[in-house]
């Protein structure tokens, strides 16, 4: 398996434009998560899902930020609209179950927002 | 709710040193404990993990023990290489609160000098 894939790997941006991150989770996996990571708050859960269906969302930081998962292998993370203190790296993660199993990450996607 | 707190880095250590990096965690129910590491311009990965009490994890020469009475999951390794060089990051999974979310602590960078 190519495990989970992201993209774009680097996005750069003006205030106010739109954003979407995409990824495509390991196949099988029922559990997918979307993390931001930043020097100032380390690495935050912003939402996941199970079997495409959002449990948690709790960590969306404000409005502006939305996630859908319309079928099993593929999710989108958007900002509507960009602030430059959403500039950080986005994760993706999947794994079979939670509690006690193994997520597995993409490489990231790094947003700058001038 | 939840916590884990890692000792801050950055460490700086020449090769061939002996490595701990301290992680202590805040539970209430009987989570799994994991370490991650994340290499530069990388996703997260898997290190090690243990999902009982006194269970030890180990890989690629890392070892580290769930110690359920001082709350405690020290990874260490006995002799590190350049290649060790990453962050960790100690995380746990409570299923029986916070629907068993991977909760992580602030990262330990390690930096490894030949």
């Known amino acids: 398996d190519a495990g989970v894939i992201q993209s774009p790997r680097h996005e750069v941006t003006e205030m106010g434009q739109e954003v979407t991150l995409r990824c495509k989770p390991i196949s099988g996996h029922d559990y997918l998560f979307w993390y931001r990571q930043t020097m100032m708050r380390g690495l935050e859960l912003l939402i996941y899902?199970?079997?495409?269906?959002?449990?948690?969302d709790s960590g969306m930081p404000e409005d502006r930020f939305s996630a859908k998962m319309p079928n099993a292998s593929f999710s989108t993370l958007k900002i509507q609209p960009s602030e430059p203190r959403d500039s950080a790296v986005y994760f993706c993660?999947?794994?079979?179950?939670?509690?006690?199993?193994?997520?597995?990450f993409g490489p990231g996607t790094r947003l700058l927002v001038l | 709710g939840d916590s884990v707190t890692q000792m801050e880095g950055p460490v700086t250590l020449s090769e061939e040193a002996f490595l701990t990096i301290n992680c202590t965690y805040t539970a209430t129910g009987y989570p799994s404990l994991f370490w991650y590491v994340q290499y530069p311009g990388e996703g997260l990965q898997l290190l090690l993990k243990?999902?009982?009490?006194?269970d030890k994890g180990s890989n690629k020469g890392f070892e580290a023990t769930y110690r359920k009475e001082t709350t405690s999951f020290h990874l260490e390794k006995g002799s590190v290489q350049v290649s060790d060089s990453a962050v960790y990051f100690c995380?746990?999974?409570?299923?029986?609160?916070?629907?068993?979310?991977?909760?992580f602590g602030q990262g330990t960078e390690l930096s490894v000098k030949p």
């Open positions: 995380a746990l999974s409570d299923q029986g609160n916070q629907g068993g979310k991977l909760i």
């Open positions: 899902f199970n079997n495409n269906v959002p449990i948690d």
């Open positions: 243990a999902t009982k009490a006194d």
């Open positions: 993660a999947s794994s079979l179950r939670v509690g006690g199993e193994t997520q597995y």
